[in-house]
């Protein structure tokens, strides 16, 4: 059986791409380059984000990078592990009725993470609120949450605002697609792997253990027709710290997502898609 065949729409590369808002993301961001050929995706490349041309580590250097790397794939399709925006209860505070211009206002409403954070905690008080899309694909965290605030605010003032403000890819499924423009699309690795039931659970670390569970994850993932060089899989397996092969799951994702006769759509379509985002899996 050749599973990814019969795509909705057939891009010329698909990049799964593990994002990071630290101090030096060019050492934590890692981008994954798959095609699909003979009905099985195959994973090309798999590259830290300082590789990039004219990155560097740090977060400013890398994330400038990454946006010009992105515009610059006219029919390729990009999956980022970033929230894409944050509970409608706070946009339609703003006055935003669309998600468009809630991306175009957020660099204007908070001025850093830690301001993007505190306003979502005097909103919401103690309740960590989630998005609809979070809580139907079992995404961990909420998008202001301690452990990704960051990653929301930088993935969504330097990636998401300056690809709009140029436009120079198309979003989806909150914009339209237009011809020789970049895809971009929301993952969450844990939700895939929960919707695949694949174990998921201590792969990011040193031990044995945390090996083994890097290495089952793979297996699984050559089983659903994944194809990985043995040279890309040693270096998966040795980042401990997993972003590596959270990047992989990305690129899987966009696969599996292109499957959908709907797409760019999800089934089952919410209003609250178009003004927080969905999360694809």
Not at 139 to 145: D, G, K, Q, R
Request: net charge positive.
């Amino acid at each position: 059986m050749n599973l990814f065949k019969d795509l909705s729409w057939n891009p010329t590369a698909i990049y799964g791409i593990d994002f990071s808002g630290a101090l030096y993301a060019g050492r934590k961001i890692w981008i994954s380059l798959a095609v699909i050929k003979g009905g099985v995706l195959e994973i090309r490349d798999c590259f830290r984000g300082l590789s990039l041309p004219n990155s560097g580590k740090r977060l400013h250097d890398c994330l400038m990078a990454l946006v010009t790397f992105i515009a610059s794939h006219k029919n390729s399709i990009f999956g980022l592990d970033f929230p894409f925006g944050i509970p409608c209860k706070i946009t339609e505070n703003f006055g935003c009725e669309t998600w468009t211009g809630f991306i175009f206002s957020f660099p204007e409403k908070f001025s850093s993470p830690q301001e993007f954070q505190r306003n979502c905690k005097q909103f919401f008080g103690r309740r960590e609120a989630k998005r609809t899309t979070d809580r139907e694909s079992h995404a961990p965290l909420s998008p202001y949450n301690l452990r990704l605030f960051k990653q929301t605010y930088f993935g969504i003032t330097e990636v998401l605002y300056p690809l709009l403000k140029n436009a120079s890819a198309c979003v989806i499924p909150m914009q339209e697609i237009i011809a020789d423009k970049p895809l971009i699309l929301e993952i969450c690795p844990k939700s895939t792997l929960v919707k695949e039931q694949i174990a998921h659970n201590k792969y990011k670390g040193k031990s044995k253990e945390h090996l083994g569970n890097r290495r089952h994850i793979l297996r699984q993932l050559t089983e659903n027709h994944v194809q990985i060089p043995k040279n890309l899989s040693r270096l998966i397996l040795e980042d401990t710290e997993g972003d590596a092969l959270d990047s992989i799951i990305a690129a899987y994702t966009v696969g599996k997502s292109l499957l959908n006769p709907t797409f760019p759509f999800p089934a089952g379509w919410k209003r609250e898609y178009a003004i927080e985002g969905y999360v694809y899996r």
